[in-house]
């Protein structure tokens, strides 16, 4: 138009698989107090408002400059009261009281130590706080107790679990899941996903997705895999949970939803000379190896671009990726599949064409199928 140019407007989105986000946080302060209310809030099980502060803590995490003051979170979406008066204690005081009592709440201390293990979540912790149980050991010495082979692993296991993976670490265990997938068959596909896919430097875990062109192959492939690093002698623990994968069923409503695809979760030995720069502690290096966390996912192919969207994370652009796909698309969407409700539709989903961002996936209706 004429005369001046309009002032550019960015807008944040409300969905997080609209916004840009890097691995660097200019709201770091912000970010790890939301956190802090977020699990308080679901170890009290209060779902709103836990999801409200990791919704606002993704919204923060997305940009590029720092809050310096309320005024700069005006135009920002998905930020209430509640979090705007714990940013406006930050801003004031640089800490926030309201996360400083919980941090010093010895409910909270306990349930983030027992949620801590592999293999316990927060009813588990829940019930033995309620027992009076404080610490490791109390768990561990009291008789009545018993902890299922997860939670034995987990607290076997505890040091080198509750130490990040590093990038290098996880390449090495890409190397060794390759290997043992490849002495199997030698047209399967392996590929790195979860927090490493999104380039983050380090994880709790590697999950990876294997995925085979021959069909149904996928159902039996992972025992083979299984059986293989146990061979190896470097399976410390194996959860395997068999495909119950129905081609028939449409995408599901719920929340966050678990796929059907077999998978397993797994803790493996890696060892040191396998990885470049070597151990990078003082205990690993007189032992020679450590534990790692690996998740393994098995689609059947032309499941893969599904898998991989599912698998990449985080929860909470997957859950936005979802909302956005029902809400600003009239479509369901899950690990296996998008759904057109409008044209009652399955869309199939061109897999190396994929779009993180913007949900401009590169979409095309296949022919009509009766779901
Ligand atoms: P991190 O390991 O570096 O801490 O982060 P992450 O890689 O983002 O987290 P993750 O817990 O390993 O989960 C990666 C993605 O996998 C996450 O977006 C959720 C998704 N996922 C599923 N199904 C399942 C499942 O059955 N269990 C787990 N743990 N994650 C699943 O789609
Ligand atoms: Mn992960
Ligand atoms: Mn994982």
Known sequence: PEGSTPTPVTTVSQYACQRR????????IFTDAFEVLADSYEFSEIEGSCLAFRRAASVLKS???????????????????????VMEEILQYGRSFEVEKILSDERFQTLKLFTSVFGVGPK??????RRGLRSFSDILT??????????QTGFLHYEDISRAVSKAEARALGNIIDEAVHAITLDAMIALTGGFRRGKEFG???DFIVTTPELDRERTLLPDIIDRLEQQGILLYCDYQASTFDITKLPSHRFEAMDHFAKCFLILRLEGSKVEGGLNC??????????????????PMDRYAFALLGWTGSRQF??????FARSERRMLLDNHALYDKTKMLAVSLAGRVEERSSFSLCLFVSRPRSL
Do not use: F
């Not at 986000?21 to 770091?28: G, L, P, V």
């Not at 009291?142 to 939670?151: C, F, K, S, T």
């Open 142 to 151: 009291e008789p009545d107790i018993h902890l299922n082979r997860m939670q």
């Open 204 to 206: 709790h875990d590697v």
């Open 318 to 323: 997957e859950r936005d990726l979802r909302r």
């Open 21 to 28: 986000t890097t691995i660097e946080n200019s709201n770091k």
């Open 282 to 299: 003082a205990e690993e290096d007189r032992r020679g190896w450590r534990a790692v966390r690996v998740d393994l996912v098995l689609p």
């Open 63 to 85: 940009l590029p400059c720092v809050v310096r003051c309320l005024g700069d979170t005006e135009d920002l979406p998905c930020l209430g009261d509640h979090t705007k008066a």
């Open 124 to 129: 588990t912790a829940e019930k033995w706080y």
